[in-house]
């Protein structure tokens, strides 16, 4: 057990011009075997300085207090199996009718899981066969996320997935009906894409808009390079197309400097959360506002006053965390670690949606059991309690080469969360 802590229209990018990006020789994986046990959790100081924009003008203020946000600090879990023998699950994302849709990243396929039974039936279909045949699965590359539009999105009940292909990293978009996936249509092409670092999480925010992680893909300087696509959370319309209100209206980019994000998720005031890989000292959850620049490859943690970057909420030893999945309750912020092959639970320490370190408390660890963790949901089909209690579903992922799986691996597991005592 780790360390318990202290606290149809396609946009293809630009060619920018003098733009210096530094290709590494070699990169240690994220989320590599164990390594021996690292520091033990810290929690960043706030930070002081104002966040970089990518151009234009853009409100980089926090949300306003807003009702909403209930203060646990510590919960207890229940855990129960859905399902079993899933091979290196990525991406997990809810379907209207209650069931979940589950990426295989090494497989290159979809599967649908019924709760209820545990039943997993394979996606098939034009899509289906696309995904299998287009796909490129190598080291931490695959088909990774997975989103379905919301109800009062754009595309509601439409699948996005992110996979890597010959071309690089790239968002399509199909019908699923039944269990049948329609021909998929790229709506984002040409995002860089290598063995590790690729970012690959997608998810619909409360504006109705797909918001899109990418990896700097072993491009270290890429992260503060404006118009490259890698090193960034991009914020696309359904047609790929850059969302209306970014800092830059021409420019997907909604935030820059960062390594590979992994998830991302919303709170019930809206204040959007990301958890981030760090490189060899310290992995993080960050507080995302728009225009923001998360400091890598300048600064790994807390970056400081001067330093001009937006210091992250929380931060782990990378043999701690390795954080993929990321989701947000009422009461505060859940990360499925992998290297640290622990459930990090970051509560809120406060009702009011700040934006800095004091505004969370110490982090616990939960699902030491279970070996690596890869992604979380909130069960949209149970409302939050008013006092905290939630139902999360939890994909491990023992099976991606990197872990040491046990017989049934990878698992579906349903999580229900109740304030202790």
Not at 154 to 169: K, L, W
Not at 328 to 335: D, I, N, S
Not at 367 to 386: I, K, S
Request: glycine share 14%.
């Amino acid at each position: 057990m780790p360390a318990h802590p202290s606290t149809a229209r396609r946009w293809w990018p630009a060619v920018v011009a003098g733009a210096a990006v530094v290709l590494l020789a070699a990169c240690t994986p994220d989320d590599g075997p164990e390594p021996a046990p690292g520091p033990s959790v810290t929690t960043a100081a706030p930070g002081t300085g104002e966040p970089t924009t990518t151009g234009g003008s853009v409100e980089t203020t926090t949300p306003a207090p807003g009702p909403g946000l209930v203060v646990v600090p510590e919960v207890r879990v229940d855990v129960t199996e859905v399902a079993t023998g899933l091979p290196a699950p990525w991406g997990l994302a809810a379907l209207a009718d209650g069931t979940l849709l589950v990426s295989l990243r090494d497989e290159r396929g979809l599967v649908v899981v019924d709760p209820a039974s545990g039943a997993a039936e394979p996606v098939t279909g034009a899509g289906a066969d696309d995904l299998r045949d287009g796909t490129v699965a190598t080291g931490e590359s695959g088909l990774l996320g997975v989103a379905v539009g919301p109800e009062g999105s754009a595309a509601p009940g439409e699948v996005f997935v992110y996979r890597t292909a010959d071309s690089g990293n790239e968002v399509l978009r199909g019908t699923l009906a039944g269990r049948e996936l329609s021909a998929l249509a790229p709506i984002l092409q040409g995002v860089p894409a290598a063995s590790t670092h690729d970012g690959g999480r997608l998810a619909f925010g409360p504006d109705g808009y797909l918001y899109v992680t990418t990896g700097d893909a072993q491009q270290r300087g890429a992260a503060q390079v404006a118009g490259a696509l890698n090193g960034k959370i991009l914020r696309l319309t359904v047609d790929g197309a850059p969302a209306p209100g970014n800092p830059n209206p021409a420019s997907p980019v909604w935030s820059l400097g960062h390594r590979n994000v992994q998830g991302v998720a919303w709170d019930v005031t809206g204040r959007m959360l990301a958890s981030e890989f760090g490189q060899d000292t310290f992995d993080e959850l960050n507080v995302v506002v728009p225009g923001g620049n998360y400091g890598w490859p300048e600064v790994e943690g807390v970056g400081g006053a001067v330093s001009g970057f937006v210091d992250p909420v929380a931060t782990w030893s990378t043999s701690d965390a390795s954080p993929s999945g990321l989701a947000v309750t009422r009461e505060g912020a859940y990360l499925a670690g992998l290297r640290g092959q622990t459930l990090w639970r970051v509560p809120f320490a406060t009702p009011d949606a700040g934006g800095s370190a004091d505004a969370f408390g110490p982090p616990q660890a939960l699902l030491t059991d279970r070996g690596r963790l890869r992604a979380v949901l909130v069960d949209p089909a149970t409302p939050l309690g008013d006092d905290g209690s939630s139902v999360l579903y939890v994909l491990t992922n023992n099976t991606d080469g990197r872990g040491d799986p046990r017989a049934g691996d990878d698992r579906l597991l349903r999580v229900v969360v109740a304030p202790a005592g």
